[in-house]
T-cell receptor, first 114, second 114 residues
């Protein structure tokens, strides 16, 4: 069964204190790994798609990396506006059903204190 | 500006009634849209893929007769929760994909079934 876990469940950082969020997955063939941020009561905001081990993508203070078993979202010098829940999801490429085979992780709640 | 809109943003209904949620693509003709559900303090779950001009594709465990999806045009997909019950109370979100897998999410619709 395809599974996605995220750690830590919650993280509090001081403004400027860099850190990393982890997304570990087990999937029967990876089509893609996705990162999103979500503010309370709102729809998610897409951040990155990673397709193969070794791939990296950056956007402002965020950098996502991918290995065969996990992905990291590195946050460099975070600001209070980076506070949100960060979700990752994987899409499996091998399946015996007709759906998209998208599995979301439980998320990491990030709080950045001024 | 917003790329995807949803209407209504929230709805309260009595048990046994049906509720229709609209998802509109504002600046892009989307042949495919996606519907998700998110229970309080939980992660997202992909429910189905809405295909313009053809039947929706449902993920495993999602009742197609319960959650009716219609993609009548390239800019509008609707999700109807039929005979809603309290356990259907949730945050329903749609999304579309543009340009190299960039996903745009709607703001979400909060459904409360009494």
């Amino acid at each position: 069964e395809d599974q996605v876990t995220q750690s830590p469940e919650a993280l509090r950082l001081q403004e400027g204190e860099s850190s990393s969020l982890n997304c570990s997955y087990t999937v029967s063939g990876l089509r893609g790994l996705f990162w999103y941020r979500q503010d309370p009561g709102k729809g998610p905001e897409f951040l990155f798609t990673l397709y193969s081990a070794g791939e990296e993508k950056e956007k402002e203070r965020l950098k996502a990396t991918l290995t065969k078993k996990e992905s990291f979202l590195h946050i460099t010098a975070p600001k209070p506006e980076d506070s949100a829940t960060y979700l990752c999801a994987v899409q499996a490429s091998e399946t015996d059903n007709y759906g998209q085979n998208f599995v979301f992780g439980p998320g990491t709640r990030l709080s950045v204190l001024p | 500006g917003a790329v995807v809109s949803q209407h209504p943003s929230w709805v309260i209904c009595k048990s046994g009634t049906s509720v229709k949620i609209e998802c509109r693509s504002l600046d892009f003709q989307a042949t495919t849209m996606f519907w998700y559900r998110q229970f309080p303090k939980q992660s997202l779950m992909l429910m189905a893929t809405s295909n313009e001009g053809s039947k929706a594709t449902y993920e495993q465990g999602v009742e197609k007769d319960k959650f009716l999806i219609n993609h009548a045009s390239l800019t509008l997909s609707t999700l109807t929760v039929t005979s809603a019950h309290p356990e259907d109370s949730s945050f329903y979100i749609c999304s579309q994909t543009q340009r190299e897998d960039t996903q745009y999410f709607g703001p979400g619709t909060r459904l409360t079934v009494l």
